[in-house]
């Protein structure tokens, strides 16, 4: 690495390009803090207190690899208070934290120079115990103390329960800081964290959860505790008072000893989260929903109104206390079982007022859509709504939601069928719920749909069963895939469309319509596409003629980000290099300082798709400076358990939820041109080990009502450029090969016309990929390698018996393009074709050969001279890829990038 990439990393940037963004991460932040109990002692003055835990001087601001954010200044909670008034009675102890944190830092740093990428880590330095010494320097000139729990975001291995309590320094610590002090204010500087009696001990008069606020931790938490701003957030997932109250932590999202075969069975179903709590009777912490103000509110519905386009209510919110604040109205719904079983209740819509002064009131209206209310039948394959009454609830949180509506629908409605797919491989056991009691619903609002009013035409999605190949007219083409007598999963006939010669074109051409995209990828070479659809990670170069009449140049991009495309073909083809960064919590480019913002987590838990969209339209400004087309977020996955970083990664338990703040987030970005968002991880990715490979046995139902559900409700409120698959199997096959998902339910069902990506370092067949949808390999592939799948290509051995294996491109120590050199054959027990290699007598045998010998893939036997022949059985898949597959997945990407900013810019430079 050159001496320049090694001091990038270690922020020797400049300052931030937009200072006044750091004003905007400030008010986001303090809206985002959960006030989780107030004794009366907030808000409070600025004064003198003691100020002890980790969190306050290595404080965590945002998460960590490819979450971590590189900006000029982040504040710690120290650095927030003091500048905002406070004194602090615990120097002494202050000082040792901040060294101890120091010598941690410069060793990570040491690492970046040598490992080429900086973590992001500042949780690992454990915090010091507090001796009697500090305690007495501590009570000088005070009765108050802050204690500010920071703790571990990510760890490698076994989810263990000890991860959801206070470590023993941290329990030591608190537990003397209670018995000192009078006024004890806990603030939480992490994920959830098992509170037990400090919850209810009389010392600790509030707690605040301020999760990874962003680069203004500090600042923001000062405005909270002095009531500059009111805290008006909620949470976004349930708090249990024990990790095993929660559904998901006997099939942990993360490798243990019990996912045997490296599988995990998702035996919760739909019940995850709140809808395990309400729907079993397990009383919470605090409930999913839940936060405190310093004022109180009255909610009354005013308006119900039913239609098969939405469930219209109207809400009327009054603040009924003394100080000025915003209140969340979140709307529940109650669906009637008849056939199938349902949680007790499901957030199906939510608002945030103004900023209302005490005796003020505002008018809130939620619209619903249909598609939230119905639930999937895994016996017809459809989405439906059971016959019944629909019970809606107003409230402050799932538990104290009240009845206040409901709409009668007269008979079972089929509101849409889809394709069968994504089948688990075995049979699955799940949670079986009580008996959902009877409600009497008294005097309260109605309204009814009649279900012969539902217009149900064109409500069915069916499977493609054939593919078009685009072939210049005059030219030959045969179909080999056809012929073929192997199939790739859920494959369909190959049919040959004649299109008009246009050898001469460019992508230019496609733009001004004088050819169309379809005859545009015709002219083009399997070698040029198969560069087209991997990333700019290790491609190879080509000789390609260029098709202007004239010469032009492109500046070199300069910046560092997650990933580009090929810009091998920008000068001969008019085809940009499109640039990705990563941007959960704001834009990742190495050693450039951005804006900081709260992590996803938090951004969730404001309730609010205005603040998601400011948030979103300061990092469109910053894509656009710094020439980013695509952001890698928002993050959609579900917080399935609340630990480790899935947890401030993804923005709640609840997939509405999520997929309206992550719409949020778009809608900003959008606002600048050229510039769109990347959802990602495409889907159930919420373990921490063993991404790469696990398996995720989950049900339909489940798969589509709650790890989907938010996916498709961000792709039908904003249409985003494109999807990230995640890099885990589901139910057998790997996300990015199913052809099920990315086809016939994201393309079909859903009506997503954007490109969709592999993960970073996935494993998966790339050629699977493709035939599946899946249009971009990232961060960058073998040209070579996709090519191989549309030939007849024998497998390539090494000298100890088993195949060669290609491993390149690391980041974090993990290759980001690996495959082994099977070629045209696969490995299967099944298989009736062989394939033979020998091994020297001197050579020990690969330890893959003895595994695949256990599953009867292979078998070896001795020879008279000495040596091996390893015999493996499997399928000849010959040239398995077809051309039409590669041309559908550049033609995706190029309907995209013709609408980003790097294409605007490629035609300025050739003056067009």
């Given at each position: 690495m050159k001496l320049n990439d090694i001091k990038s990393k270690l922020f020797k940037g400049k300052g931030l390009q937009f200072p006044e963004h750091r004003e905007i991460a400030r008010g986001l932040a303090a809206d985002t803090f959960v006030l989780l109990k107030n004794s009366g002692i907030l808000p409070m003055k600025k004064s003198k207190v003691a100020l002890f835990g980790a969190g306050a001087v290595d404080t965590i601001f945002s998460g960590l690899f490819f979450n971590y954010v590189f900006t000029d200044k982040n504040v710690n909670v120290k650095e927030g208070l003091l500048s905002n008034g406070f004194s602090f009675s615990t120097d002494a102890w202050l000082e040792k934290m901040e060294k101890a944190a120091g010598v941690k830092d410069k060793?990570?740093?040491?690492?970046?120079?040598?490992?080429?990428?900086?973590?992001?880590?500042?949780?690992?330095?454990?915090?010091?115990?507090?001796?009697?010494?500090?305690?007495?320097?501590?009570?000088?000139?005070t009765d108050t103390c802050i204690y500010v729990v920071r703790h571990q975001l990510v760890a490698s291995g076994p989810l263990k329960e000890s991860e959801y309590h206070f470590t023993e320094t941290e329990q030591q610590n608190l537990q003397l800081i209670v018995d000192t002090f009078e006024n004890v204010i806990l603030v939480l500087n992490t994920n959830m964290l098992e509170l037990g009696q400090f919850a209810r001990t009389k010392n600790i008069k509030a707690i605040l959860l301020m999760?990874?606020?962003?680069?203004?931790?500090?600042?923001?938490?000062?405005?909270?505790?002095?009531?500059?701003v009111n805290p008006s957030g909620r949470l976004t997932a349930t708090w249990a008072k024990k990790y095993k109250d929660y559904s998901t932590c006997y099939s942990t999202a993360t490798l243990n000893a019990s996912a045997k075969k490296n599988e995990i069975d998702y035996k919760e179903g739909i019940y995850v989260g709140y809808r395990y709590f309400d729907t079993f009777d397990v009383a919470p912490l605090y409930p999913f929903g839940y936060g405190l103000s310093y004022t109180t509110f009255d909610m009354k519905l005013e308006y119900l109104e039913a239609s098969w386009m939405s469930i219209v209510l109207r809400v009327k919110v009054t603040n009924t206390g003394e100080h000025a604040g915003r209140q969340v109205v979140q709307v529940y719904c109650t669906q009637p079982i008849v056939n199938i079983e349902k949680p007790n209740q499901i957030l199906v819509g939510f608002a945030k007022t103004g900023k209302l002064k005490p005796g003020e009131h505002e008018d809130v209206t939620i619209k619903i859509p249909i598609m939230t209310l119905s639930s999937f039948d895994e016996e017809t394959t459809a989405w439906v709504m059971e016959k019944g009454d629909y019970l809606f609830r107003i409230g402050e949180n799932s538990k104290d939601a009240v009845l206040c509506g409901k709409v009668v629908l007269d008979r079972l409605t089929t509101i849409k069928s889809v394709t069968h797919v994504m089948e688990p491989e075995k049979p699955l056991e799940f949670l079986a719920p009580p008996k959902r009691p009877e409600e009497d619903t008294g005097f309260i609002m109605?309204?009814?749909?009649?279900?012969?009013?539902?217009?149900?035409e064109h409500k069915y999605v069916s499977r493609d069963e054939e593919f078009i190949t685009y072939v210049p007219e005059g030219s030959k083409y045969v179909s080999y895939t056809n012929s073929n007598s192997y199939n790739m999963p859920l494959t369909g006939r190959e049919n040959i469309k004649y299109v008009k010669p246009c050898g001469t074109s460019t992508f230019f051409d496609v733009l001004s319509g004088k050819v169309t995209v379809e005859e545009f990828v015709s002219s083009l070479s399997p070698e040029v596409m198969a560069r087209i659809v991997a990333g700019d990670y290790y491609t190879s170069p080509i000789d390609n003629e260029s098709r202007f009449k004239f010469d032009f140049n492109i500046d070199k991009y300069k910046y560092r980000v997650s990933a580009r495309t090929t810009s091998q073909f920008a000068t001969t083809?008019?085809?940009?290099?499109?640039?990705?960064?990563?941007?959960?919590?704001?834009?990742?480019?190495?050693?450039?300082?951005?804006?900081?913002?709260?992590?996803?987590?938090?951004?969730?838990?404001?309730?609010?798709?205005?603040?998601?969209?400011?948030?979103?339209?300061?990092?469109?400004?910053?894509?656009e400076f710094y020439g980013i087309d695509y952001c890698l977020s928002p993050a959609l996955n579900i917080h399935r358990n609340p630990m480790r970083s899935r947890a401030y990664e993804f923005y709640s338990e609840d997939p509405a939820l999520a997929g309206v703040m992550g719409a949020g987030l778009i809608m900003g970005i959008k606002r600048y041109d050229g510039r769109d968002a990347i959802l990602k991880n495409l889907a159930t990715y919420n373990q921490e080990?063993?991404?790469?490979?696990?398996?995720?046995?989950?049900?339909?139902?489940?798969?589509?009502?709650?790890?989907?559900?938010?996916?498709?409700?961000?792709?039908?409120?904003?249409?985003?450029?494109?999807?990230?698959?995640?890099?885990?199997?589901?139910?057998?096959q790997y996300s990015s090969s199913q052809r099920g998902l990315n086809t016939d339910i994201v393309r079909k069902d859903w009506g997503f016309d954007g490109f969709i990506l592999s993960d970073w370092g996935s494993i998966s067949e790339k050629a699977y990929d493709i035939h599946a949808g899946c249009d971009l390999i990232m961060p960058g592939f073998d040209p070579d390698k996709i090519l191989q799948a549309m030939m007849d290509i024998p497998p390539e051995f090494g000298k100890d018996g088993f195949v060669t294996k290609v491993e390149k491109s690391f980041v974090y120590g993990e290759p980001m393009i690996q495959y082994y050199n099977w070629g045209s054959f696969m490995p299967d027990k099944s298989g009736k074709d062989l394939v033979r290699t020998t091994v020297e007598a001197d050579v020990p045998l690969n330890e893959n050969i003895h595994r695949l010998k256990e599953q009867g893939i292979c078998k070896i036997e001795d020879l008279p001279d000495g040596k091996k022949a390893v015999i493996y059985k499997g399928i000849n898949r010959g040239a398995?890829?077809?051309?039409?597959?590669?041309?559908?997945?550049?033609?995706?990407?190029?309907?995209?990038?013709?609408?980003?900013?790097?294409m605007k810019k490629l035609m300025e430079s050739a003056k067009i």
């Open positions: 060793q990570d740093k040491a690492t970046a120079k040598r490992n080429g990428a900086y973590e992001g880590k500042q949780y690992e330095t454990d915090e010091l115990p507090i001796s009697e010494a500090d305690i007495a320097e501590a009570v000088l000139g999760g990874i606020p962003g680069m203004e931790a500090g600042n923001a938490l000062a405005d909270v505790l002095t009531g500059a109605v309204a009814s749909l009649n279900g012969d009013d539902y217009n149900s083809l008019g085809i940009p290099a499109v640039k990705l960064a990563d941007g959960p919590s704001g834009l990742r480019i190495e050693g450039v300082a951005t804006t900081c913002f709260p992590s996803p987590m938090n951004m969730a838990q404001t309730w609010d798709m205005g603040a998601v969209v400011r948030m979103g339209r300061a990092m469109g400004r910053e894509m080990s063993g991404t790469a490979d696990v398996n995720i046995n989950v049900s339909r139902r489940a798969f589509g009502e709650i790890y989907l559900r938010s996916f498709s409700a961000c792709q039908f409120i904003c249409k985003p450029a494109g999807l990230l698959n995640s890099g885990n199997r589901i139910n057998g398995y890829l077809a051309l039409g597959d590669l041309q559908q997945a550049v033609i995706h990407v190029l309907q995209v990038i013709k609408n980003s900013g790097s």
